[in-house]
């Protein structure tokens, strides 16, 4: 019905359908094939039309157990930060991430938190659970007996369609109809690859099969129809652990503590254990891969492409997600870059310098303000011979004891004309296991 209504409204085809008559009289067989091929083209676009009710459907059956999250700033009484949240338990439990309610958890005397159902009504809420390493939060507000959104394991296939809801941009609920694509390549983090439109506001709103079970959260897009979506285990895990708990978190900085801990330890042990394998670089061998979910990336050039003072050749390996604490505190990542230097005409003092510039241009691959982390603590010197310069600096996080920020950045020399600037970067790890990667990092890389 569809393709006859185009066709209608276009004369030119009045002529081909005039012919098409006139040929169908002549050819009464014909009449037959004409209206298999006619039922075919529509039993070819019902599935559309089958996509547009599903969505539709999901909807309007799922829309109550949806919630708006705000962050209210108390002072002026407006709204900070915003997102996305979903009945997950009958006594008014809901799921949303981490990061929508991260204000709170940082300045709980500054901000206080609200959810508004799709049909306006502000609940207050109180925090249950966090899970800083996935990006998830459990909040609760008084409720009995209320219906809920059933959470599946159940395994799906790449291509079955999936629907994203949420309130984009602060415009009211809405359903954005998307493509499951598997779990994400060369991430530490797993996430869900998402084909579809996750916009801000959205964040912490369910994503449901067709049949309204909860696949997976909404967390982080990438623009471009490519969405991540935080795993449905994972929410059931921290489910699972507020259940055991038996009561609600009192001390937020202390269960981040714990979370940053442990998983630095599953992190580091990872990458330790692994086979680090090397290629060259010029005259030098280095990292070639740590691990698979911190990728690498070459990159060439001159000083000049006319004159072409000096050669560059850059790698660098650094994993496509970190962890979230708050807008200024990321940490959770391995970061490592080699530069190589081939001097072309360049005096010794112009090649040193530009030595130098790189040298002490390193630094940090995560963000972290003075209120996070106390000032960097340096050991520089030669090490190995004079050729080889060395610096290892060390800064505390403040408020969980135990783990720091690590930059190691080294300088190497060769009768002038060619050097190496070997840097790395490990964020929210504990001293020993920082020192273990240090002395492997040192081994590994040789220059005969």
């Known amino acids: 019905m569809l393709l006859s209504g185009n066709l209608i409204g276009m004369p030119e085809y009045a002529g081909l359908y005039f012919v098409q008559y006139m040929f169908m009289k ?18 070819c676009l019902q599935p559309l039309s089958v996509a547009a009710d599903t969505a539709q459907e999901l909807f309007s059956r799922n829309a109550d157990y949806l919630y708006q999250i705000k962050v209210i700033e108390k002072l002026s009484g407006r709204k900070s930060a915003i997102g996305s949240g979903f009945l997950v338990r009958g006594n008014g439990l809901i799921a949303t991430n981490y990061h929508v309610i991260s204000k709170f958890i940082h300045e709980p005397d500054k901000y206080y938190l609200q959810a508004i159902s799709v049909s306006n009504k502000i609940e207050s809420v109180s925090v249950e659970d966090i899970d800083v390493i996935n990006d998830l939060a459990l909040i ?13 394991t159940r395994a799906m296939r790449k291509g079955d369609p999936i629907y994203s809801l949420g309130n984009p941009l602060d415009l009211g609920t809405a359903v954005v109809p998307g493509t499951y694509n598997g779990f994400t390549k060369q991430s530490f983090y797993q996430r869900i690859h998402f084909t579809g439109s996750i916009n801000p506001g959205m964040s912490g709103g369910p994503v ?53 801990i442990k998983n630095q330890q599953i992190l580091m042990n990872t990458v330790l254990s ?46 496509k997600e970190t962890i979230y604490i708050h807008s200024g505190f990321r940490t959770g990542m391995i ?54 310069r060395t610096v290892l600096c ?23 004309d060619k050097g190496l600037i070997s840097h790395f970067t490990l964020s929210g790890v504990e001293k020993p296991t920082a020192m273990r990667f240090t002395r492997r990092f040192m081994e590994t890389r040789q220059w005969n």
């Open 208 to 260: 449901l099969n067709g049949q309204g079970q909860v696949v997976g959260i909404n967390v982080a897009t990438a623009g471009n129809q490519i969405g991540f979506l935080v795993v449905a285990e994972k929410l059931i895990k921290l489910l699972n652990e507020y259940d055991s708990r038996g009561s609600r978190l009192m001390d937020y900085q202390q269960r981040i503590h714990q979370q940053l």
């Open 274 to 319: 692994a086979v680090w394998k090397t290629s060259a670089l010029g005259e030098a061998q280095v990292l070639r891969e740590i691990a698979p979910f911190i990728p690498c990336w070459g990159d060439k050039g001159h000083s000049n492409k006319k004159k072409k003072k000096y050669l560059s050749v850059t790698i660098s390996c650094k994993p």
């Open 26 to 43: 002549l050819n009464p067989g014909y009449v037959n094939l004409y209206r298999i091929t006619v039922l075919c083209w529509l039993i």
């Open 335 to 388: 970061e490592v870059q080699y530069n190589w230097l081939e001097n072309i005409s360049l005096n010794s003092l112009q090649f040193y310098a530009l030595l130098e510039k790189l040298y002490k241009g390193a630094g940090p691959g995560n963000r972290a303000g003075e209120k996070d982390v106390t000032e960097y603590a340096c050991y520089e010197g030669f090490i190995n011979s004079p050729d080889e």
């Open 394 to 416: 060390s800064r505390a996080y403040k408020k969980y004891q135990g783990l720091f920020d690590i930059i190691y950045i080294s300088a190497t020399v060769s009768h002038n």
């Open 140 to 152: 609760k507000f008084a409720a009995k007996g209320r219906p809920f959104l059933q959470i599946t």
